[in-house]
């Protein structure tokens, strides 16, 4: 968090040839605020110190600092009688942050960039129980936009906001693994999460090769062992390592799906269209559809495996 101790240079940025415009309620009292917040874009926030002072202790040292006599290199101004304080971010986010300050209702975040942009504006000002409501709202944004949410949590250091994130990219393809804030986090951090998720990948394909999840009691007719013949003898085979038999389009099912999941270690991907078998592979013209109509169980059950495996998977930091 932010040294109470900030310099006000450390926050000032003087606003150049930006026209100036009044903040809307509750910014705009006339009378009783005594000093103006400016915005980069030059917009006029009309505040009281001794709020601000108290939701954040940067706020509170820029303000018992003395006021110069004499303008400070032209960046001091005064305004209707009030000092203006110029500051870095821009009126939507300081909009945001002072309305945290005060008693009124502060909007809820859905926007990447304008949780980056407050989050980080609470950061420097110190504001702690800010800071944690953004990071709230930064969760709030995981499915629109899991990468993203991993980026902006991974460049403020959110190591358990960073690391659910993590995980839930591993729902998306790989082809899908863009987004606008990528830019914010180095190479390093973006290897580690591939490589993170390859170790996922590898886990879940294990599954794909193992046969020990094989439950007999949830879908005997897909499944078998040994010398239990009971499935149609014109498309059941062995697997050729172990005594289980099915019938064939699952053990290429279980080829395609271990590929797959090399590169997507997420069981819902397995009961994707791009490796489920469909009716036509399914149909045996001896055996009929009904030997097969439990298939949704295996799948629903190979699904869950893949999972639990990659439950297993630690998630490494990011920085």
């Known amino acids: 968090m932010s040294d109470p101790d900030t310099t006000l240079a450390e926050v000032e940025m003087p606003v150049k040839s930006v026209a100036i415009r009044d903040a809307a309620a509750p910014f705009d009292d006339t009378a009783r605020a005594d000093i103006i917040l400016r915005s980069s874009d030059g917009v006029d926030f009309r505040v009281y110190k001794n709020i601000l002072s108290l939701a954040s202790p940067v706020f509170g040292t820029m303000f018992s600092l003395p006021q110069p006599a004499e303008p400070y290199d032209g960046g001091d101004e005064v305004r209707h009688g009030l000092p203006v304080l110029p500051l870095t971010e821009d009126a939507h986010t300081l909009n945001i942050v002072l309305r945290w300050c005060y008693p009124v209702a502060v909007p809820r975040l859905t926007s990447l ?190 699904a869950r495996e893949v999972d639990s495996a990659v439950a297993q998977v630690s998630v490494p930091r990011f920085y």
């Open 113 to 302: 960039s304008v949780i980056r942009c407050v989050f980080q504006a609470a950061h420097k000002y110190a504001m702690d129980d800010l800071c944690d409501s953004v990071e709230l709202d930064l969760l709030g944004a995981m499915d629109a936009d899991p990468l993203g949410v991993f980026a902006v949590a991974t460049s403020f250091g959110l190591e358990t906001s960073a690391a659910q994130a993590a995980t839930r990219t591993l729902q998306l393809p790989l082809a899908a693994l863009h987004s606008p804030e990528l830019h914010r986090i180095s190479s390093g951090q973006y290897y580690a999460l591939l490589a993170y998720r390859l170790t996922c990948g590898v886990a879940a394909r294990d599954v794909a090769l193992s046969k020990s999840w094989f439950n007999l009691d949830l879908y005997s007719d897909i499944v078998t062992l040994g010398g239990d013949m009971d499935l149609c003898k014109r498309c059941c085979v062995e697997d050729g390592q172990t005594d289980w038999y099915a019938p064939r389009f699952v053990w290429s099912y279980l080829r395609h799906a271990g590929t797959l999941l090399l590169h997507h270690p997420y069981g819902e991907a397995v009961k994707s269209a791009e490796v489920a078998p469909s009716r036509r592979e399914r149909r045996c013209e001896q055996c009929r559809v009904n030997r097969f109509r439990d298939f949704h169980l295996f799948m629903e059950h190979f």
